[in-house]
T-cell receptor, first 114, second 113 residues
């Protein structure tokens, strides 16, 4: 009964390819997030959605496009992959994005671009 | 603007001895503060959080943290380290709803038998 799940867990691909990472939460939360963790373990938010609406869009290349078909899912599509995109990508969710809310994280997707 | 500084990138303790992981924050408002733990190749798990209630916050697995506004600190402690505590720990600040969480750079805790 995983609360926040991501697929795939590992993704190895060539430069220039397009790939997607899927995220699903079964907590009934309204808000979902994507984070990127670099090789030095630094975590930075990329996007957040509240009830399928984009709320936060940090300075991320427009090769990255989040899509939320419903409030339980937030997928991340990456076009024209570059070496620098190699990282661990975490999906998270919280009740409604309010102040002080706990965010629940998925297990991460380890992306390696060759 | 909000920011977090974790003062040690790596802390090593012996099993059974106290743990202290240090965190200082900067915020224009009264922030929420969190500690998350990440075990190797796992996602992040909430240890504890402060949201303007009691300044001494107790979390899971025997961890606690004290919010000290005068020192802008939120240090994480545990009286007695266990081998299973070895992990990466992140101090996190949030100023308001719908603003991004800001993570510190992490402190790697090693526990020596």
């Amino acid at each position: 009964d995983t609360a926040v799940s991501q697929t795939p867990k590992y993704l190895v691909t060539q430069m220039g390819n397009d790939k997607s990472i899927k995220c699903e939460q079964n907590l009934g939360h309204d808000t979902m997030y994507w984070y990127k963790q670099d090789s030095k373990k630094f975590l930075k938010i990329m996007f957040s959605y509240n009830n399928k609406e984009l709320i936060i869009n940090e300075t991320v290349p427009n090769r990255f496009s989040p899509k939320s078909p419903d409030k339980a899912h937030l997928n991340l599509h990456i076009n024209s992959l570059e070496l620098g995109d190699s990282a661990v990508y975490f999906c998270a969710s919280s009740q409604d994005g309010g102040f002080g809310e706990t965010q629940y994280f998925g297990p991460g997707t380890r992306l390696l671009v060759l | 603007a909000q920011s977090v500084t974790q003062l040690d990138s790596h802390v090593s303790v012996s099993e059974g001895t106290p743990v202290l992981l240090r965190c200082n924050y900067s915020s224009s408002y009264s922030p929420s503060l969190f500690w998350y733990v990440q075990h190797p190749n796992k996602g992040l798990q909430l240890l504890l959080k402060y949201t303007s209630a009691a300044t001494l916050v107790k979390g899971i697995n025997g961890f606690e943290a004290e919010f000290k506004k005068s020192e802008t600190s939120f240090h994480l402690t545990k009286p007695s380290a266990h081998m299973s505590d070895a992990a990466e720990y992140f101090c996190v600040v949030s100023e308001s709803g719908n603003t991004p969480l800001v993570f510190g750079k992490g402190t790697r805790l090693s526990v020596i038998a």
